[in-house]
């Protein structure tokens, strides 16, 4: 016997939790954006390799979702979300070299916030429009 589906929220609770992760997801987003340039830029010990080579190739994925992400689109949130692995992941290889801890620490955080608020804001404005609809 098939269960009966929960009922959606209300549009006047889910209005502010939506604006709010997105807001957040847009904080998380430019400040992991600029993180990992300021960090290439000023502090990284590039070896010789050339700086907006290795810039472009750490933010071709995060520029790849960024006109979504400002535009609001629960798709492009929805992508961000597996795209921040790869920075939780090389924040994580980050934080075990004593000289780029801080770096990675702040890249892990950073990519744990986007992860979580991009998640809560495709949720919730799939919701959103779901109620919008006419759903119940």
Not at 85 to 102: C, E, K, M
Request: hydrophobic fraction near 60%; glycine fraction near 4%; aromatic fraction near 12%.
């Amino acid at each position: 016997m098939a269960r009966k589906p929960k009922p959606l929220p209300a549009l006047e609770w889910l209005k502010p939790r939506m604006l709010a992760s997105r807001r957040v997801s847009l904080v998380a987003f430019v400040a992991l954006a600029v993180l990992i340039l300021a960090w290439n830029l000023f502090f990284a010990n590039l070896h010789g390799a050339r700086t907006w080579v290795v810039v472009t190739i750490q933010l071709v994925p995060l520029l790849l979702v960024a006109p979504g992400m400002f535009t609001g689109s629960p798709r492009a949130h929805a992508w961000a979300c597996f795209i921040v692995n790869l920075y939780f992941i090389q924040g994580v290889l980050a934080a075990t070299d004593p000289a780029r801890s801080t770096y990675g620490w702040l890249l892990a955080s950073l990519s744990v916030i986007l992860f979580i608020a991009a998640l809560l804001y495709t949720r919730w404005a799939s919701q959103y429009a779901r109620k919008a609809a006419g759903e119940s």
